[in-house]
């Protein structure tokens, strides 16, 4: 099992940035990436960008250029860093671990946190 805590969502205004932390526990062993994942009203969710164990990273074509997928494995927490915010970004950010051999939604996945980017 794998435990994740989102933290670091909140109110901002549009241009502003936010930084996003998940920090983890629990056996990671069976976790080949790690990825934060948005959802706004009446959206699907969407991957926005992954580190994968390999060491490859994926970033969205939405938020390339303004936010950034990285780690800290010392303090087993994974950040995104979000710049040049839109009010298009508003949406609930969710961390999650992939393990080998399936799916985003068979991963684990934390409980949330909130963006919402004012105009």
């Known amino acids: 099992q794998v435990q994740l805590v989102e933290s670091g969502g909140g109110l901002v205004q549009a241009g502003g940035s936010l930084r996003l932390s998940c920090v983890t526990s629990g056996n990671s062993v069976s976790i080949n990436a790690m990825g934060w994942h948005r959802q706004a009203p009446g959206k699907q969710r969407e991957l926005v960008a992954a580190m994968f164990r390999g060491g490859g990273t994926f970033v969205a074509d939405s938020v390339k250029g303004r936010f950034a997928i990285s780690r800290d494995n010392a303090k087993n927490t994974v950040y995104l860093q979000m710049n040049s915010l839109k009010p298009e970004d508003t949406a609930v950010y969710y961390c999650?671990?992939?393990?080998?051999?399936?799916?985003w939604g068979e991963g684990y996945w934390g409980q949330g946190t909130q963006v919402t980017v004012s105009s």
């Open positions: 999650a671990a992939r393990p080998h051999s399936l799916g």
